[in-house]
């Protein structure tokens, strides 16, 4: 069964930047779409960016974008979320997540569906405070 770590989270003031890594074992990544997410305190967990497993496409959610960058590295089987001019709003625990396109599913897709992975890390804490 394919596992991810997640590591990398802390406490941060606003405006600084944390890089969030997600280490795969037992699997190799190369044919799986990737994701972050995020949960606060009493919300639901959202999706933040994803990443097509050919990965040519990546989306964001609307409120990261121009703030943080999803990146892969396939020497290290590692995914990667930088994070830079963080706000209070963006303290969630992080959790990264993979899966691969179904039979009719396209290698050019990713998704922000918590519904659409069926592989998840233990995720990391992110706080952003004064």
């Known amino acids: 069964q394919l596992q991810l770590v997640e590591s990398g989270g802390g406490l941060v003031q606003p405006g600084g930047s944390l890089r969030l890594s997600c280490a795969a074992s037992?699997?190799?990544?190369?044919?799986?779409?990737i994701g972050w997410f995020r949960q606060a305190p009493g919300k639901e967990r959202e999706g933040v960016s994803c990443m097509s497993s050919n990965r040519a496409s990546t989306n964001y959610r609307d409120s990261v974008k121009g703030r943080f960058t999803i990146s892969w590295d396939n020497a290290k089987n590692t995914m990667y979320l930088q994070m830079n001019s963080l706000k209070p709003e963006d303290t969630a625990i992080y959790y990264c997540?993979?899966?691969?396109?179904?039979?009719?599913?396209?290698?050019?897709?990713?998704?922000?569906?918590?519904?659409?992975?069926?592989?998840w890390g233990q995720g990391t804490q992110v706080t952003v405070s004064s």
């Open positions: 997540a993979a899966d691969q396109p179904g039979m009719s599913g396209s290698r050019w897709d990713c998704s922000m569906f918590t519904s659409d992975y069926n592989s």
């Open positions: 037992r699997f190799n990544l190369n044919y799986y779409y």
